[in-house]
């Protein structure tokens, strides 16, 4: 098994970044690929970015990508999400996502098997 641990929401306001974190513990070498998600209220969740730590390959979801950047420290078992320009539409709980190598070019939930119990990020205006 392998536990994930968000941390880094909270109030921003509109305009200004932040920058999540997601530690990975327990059987990380099933973490090979990690990521984020978020689900704002009354939505699907949504990807956001993935990563492999060892190699730092990325792959990001076109809609947002100008204001995100994903990063990773292998020896940390440690992914990071950062989020600039944010609006109040970033609104959201940000999850973070865990599976496979394959799991890489996913966009689908169903395809990373270890989640996060989120971290809630609000924008103001």
């Known amino acids: 098994q392998v536990q994930l641990k968000e941390s880094g929401g909270g109030l921003v306001q509109a305009g200004n970044s932040l920058t999540l974190a997601c530690a990975a513990s327990?059987?990380?070498?099933?973490?090979?690929?990690m990521g984020w998600f978020r689900q704002a209220p009354g939505k699907e969740r949504e990807f956001l970015a993935t990563t492999i730590l060892h190699n730092e390959y990325v792959h990001y979801a076109d809609s947002i990508k100008a204001r995100i950047t994903i990063s990773g420290d292998n020896a940390k078992d440690t992914v990071y999400l950062q989020l600039s320009s944010l609006k109040p539409e970033d609104t959201a709980i940000y999850y973070c996502?865990?599976?496979?190598?394959?799991?890489?070019?996913?966009?689908?939930?169903?395809?990373?098997?270890?989640w996060g119990q989120g971290t809630q990020v609000t924008v103001s205006s």
């Open positions: 327990g059987r990380t070498s099933d973490a090979a690929t």
């Open positions: 996502a865990a599976g496979p190598y394959n799991s890489i070019f996913s966009r689908s939930v169903d395809d990373f098997p270890y």
